[in-house]
């Protein structure tokens, strides 16, 4: 994956400082977020899948200090 994949969603209080990077999987039932809220120090990487009664659940997530680390974990 690259982050040119990736749409990113700003905060409307604090653009610079708290942002994500999100993006579905063709079929719209995976969602693949990597989200800061200290201005891009550390990052959280997440993976949400859509289950049978049609809500995301979390399937995976941990922190990183940079895109490409949290990038590298969804592969």
């Given amino acids: ?3 040119e994949d990736f749409k990113l969603v700003e905060n409307k209080q604090r653009p610079n ?3 994500s990077y999100e993006r579905y999987n063709n ?3 995976k969602k693949y977020s990597i989200f800061t809220m200290d201005g891009g120090n550390t990052f959280l990487a997440s993976v949400d899948e859509k ?3 049609g809500k995301f659940y979390n399937e995976f997530s941990n922190t990183f200090t940079s895109i490409d680390e949290s990038l590298k974990s969804f592969n």
């Fill in 1 to 3: 994956m690259k982050i």
């Fill in 17 to 19: 400082f708290c942002y």
């Fill in 27 to 29: 079929d719209k039932t």
């Fill in 51 to 53: 289950r049978m009664d």
